[in-house]
């Protein structure tokens, strides 16, 4: 399944908002340097999803806010 996600880095709490089916806001506390806040979105959306951090995969937007997450079930 592929997700849209709005990413909020430097956030106070880690939170995961869902807009409609595919389009989702995440809140990470990491800063978005050296690859820290993808790497948190991954995690919060593994959580989220309930499946293991090597299901989730951001396909797009690596250096962007806006990004397509794959979630492997």
Not at 5 to 12: L, Q, S, T, Y
Not at 33 to 54: C, H, M
């Amino acid at each position: 399944m592929k997700i849209f996600v709005k990413v909020k880095p430097n956030a106070k709490e880690e939170r995961v908002l869902k807009i409609d089916d595919a389009h989702f806001s995440v809140a990470v506390k990491e800063p978005a340097k050296e690859g820290r806040a993808n790497w948190a979105v991954e995690r919060t959306l593994a959580k989220y999803f309930n499946v293991p951090i090597s299901c989730v995969q951001i396909v797009s937007g690596h250096a962007s806010r806006t990004k397509v997450v794959e979630i492997h079930t």
